[in-house]
């Protein structure tokens, strides 16, 4: 067996299929938020024009998956939690962006399902873990 190295080893970006996949899950994850009115909470958090999330978002999830990484490079030194410090995030909107979220990942099915599954209750995790006590 060929060992593993940093020149083999493949990151989940390249595994789940790269940046197509990630503007599909994250065009979903606005679809629902506009369209579902289970979300309506959270949408009210959001300006009106969700076009700049559209591509924030999928450049975000693809360099914190292993991928190109020009989100942080155009954001140095920022992290998603402090980002997000001055949001009024409570139990009810995080669980909102984890649910929608999960329907999301859910609705493009990327293949490998185990590594699609991680993302899915990492990203969740992360969204509840945004909440303000
Ligand atoms: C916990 C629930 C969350 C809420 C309520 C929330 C809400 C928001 C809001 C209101 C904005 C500003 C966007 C705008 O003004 O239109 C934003 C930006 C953003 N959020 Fe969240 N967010 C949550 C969780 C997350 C998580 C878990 C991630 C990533 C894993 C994330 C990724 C982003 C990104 C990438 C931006 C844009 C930052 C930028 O490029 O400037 N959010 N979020």
């Known amino acids: 067996m060929r060992p593993v190295t940093t020149e083999t080893a493949q990151t989940p970006h390249d595994l789940i299929g790269g940046a197509p996949v990630f503007e599909a899950i994250a065009n ?19 300006a009106e024009d ?13 360099g914190w998956a292993g ?15 402090s980002l997000h410090k001055d949001f009024a995030i409570d139990r009810q909107t995080a ?7 999960t329907r999301a990942i859910a609705d493009v099915a990327p293949e490998p399902a185990h590594i699609a599954q991680a993302m ?12 303000r006590p």
């Not at 979903?28 to 959001?46: C, G, I, K, P, T």
């Not at 969700?50 to 693809?62: E, I, N, Y």
Request: include cysteine; charged fraction near 25%; proline fraction near 6%.
């Open 28 to 46: 979903r994850f606005y679809d629902l938020m506009e369209q579902d009115a289970a979300y309506a909470e959270l949408r009210a958090m959001h």
């Open 50 to 62: 969700l076009g700049p999330m559209r591509k924030s978002l999928p450049r975000f999830l693809a």
């Open 67 to 81: 991928g190109p990484r020009d989100w942080f490079e155009a954001n140095p030194g920022k992290c998603m939690m």
């Open 95 to 101: 669980a909102q962006w984890a649910d929608a979220m």
């Open 120 to 131: 899915t209750e990492v990203l969740s995790r992360m969204a509840r873990g945004m909440t």
